[in-house]
């Protein structure tokens, strides 16, 4: 079996790959992608093979695919632009003949409607009408997207939101990457879609007193509102539009849509998910 890996040169990837190896894949039977084969020389030292795999050239991704039968597409990164990329490796892998598509998605992607979710929800859709054998890796919040909130805490004291009392099933780049690498690997896994979510779901007062304990001070959460947020986000420099955006992510957070945990990232990667001290301390 020959596993290529998508966007190996990024955080997700690069742990994907890690676990592949930890799990007992060869080095030899995977293929770390990216735009930039530099950014992959660490793992070309270790002994996966690499290749260069840009979404916007089809003719770079038919090259990755030849002799491939196991795809890990690992969605983009920039909002608005990933759905054509996601398309073009979808056609290719068809053409390759790939016998296992696994794709990393959004938590609820096709039945909660939110800013980040209409291009997972188109890609998951492009994969059921391409008829590949799916696995389809519904990732909720990274811990690692609280840093940014706890390094500013670490200064104000604070950690503003405008996400209510909702709650976040969060979990670590580290159990997402692995519960990838159990996907490729494991044969049963064809046609499923799996919620993947931590183990413990927090409140944003959970994550402020999660904060303090990393950080030795107090940390208190401010509750604002949509427009309050807005508000702050283009003070600090954010034109309307990016503003609405970035409000409207913790619009769908405070209506609920990473909220749901039931255990199944744990059962699939064999033990507990990361801890939010834990993530925040290591994401630090």
Do not use: C
């Not at 070309?44 to 795809?71: H, K, N, S």
């Not at 507990?272 to 001290?277: A, E, G, H, M, Y």
């Amino acid at each position: 079996m020959t596993i290529l890996v998508t966007g190996a040169s990024g955080h997700l990837g690069h742990l994907v790959v890690d676990a592949l190896l930890q799990r007992g894949a060869s080095a030899s039977d995977i293929i770390a992608s990216g735009r930039d084969v530099a950014k992959l020389s660490d793992l070309a030292d270790r002994g996966v093979l690499t290749a260069r795999v840009d979404f916007d050239d089809p003719a770079t991704i038919a090259a990755a695919l030849d002799g491939v039968d196991t795809v890990l597409l690992i969605s983009t990164s920039e909002p608005g632009k990933r759905y054509p990329g996601h398309k073009n490796v979808i056609d290719a892998a068809v053409a390759a003949g790939v016998a296992k598509f696994v794709y990393t998605s959004l938590s609820k992607a096709t039945t909660f409607d939110w800013p980040l979710g209409a291009e997972h929800h188109a890609t998951e859709e492009a994969l059921v009408a391409s008829g590949l054998p799916t696995v389809i890796l519904r990732n909720d919040w990274y811990l690692e997207n609280y840093a940014a909130y706890v390094q500013r805490a670490a200064e104000s004291g604070v950690i503003a939101a405008a996400v209510g009392d909702a709650t976040v099933a969060a979990a670590a780049r580290a159990d997402y990457a692995d519960a990838a690498a159990v996907a490729l690997l494991e044969d049963g896994h064809l046609g499923k879609v799996y919620e993947l979510a931590g183990d413990v779901a927090f409140s944003y007062d959970d994550l402020a007193a999660a904060a303090a304990e990393v950080l030795g001070r107090d940390v208190t959460y401010v509750r604002l509102t949509h427009d309050e947020l807005v508000a702050g986000l283009k003070g600090a420099g954010l034109d309307e539009q990016i503003a609405q955006f970035v409000a409207g992510l913790d619009d769908g957070i405070r209506e609920g849509v990473l909220s749901s945990t039931d255990g199944t990232l744990s059962r699939l990667i064999g033990r507990p998910t990361t801890t939010l001290v834990d993530g925040l301390r290591a994401a630090l």
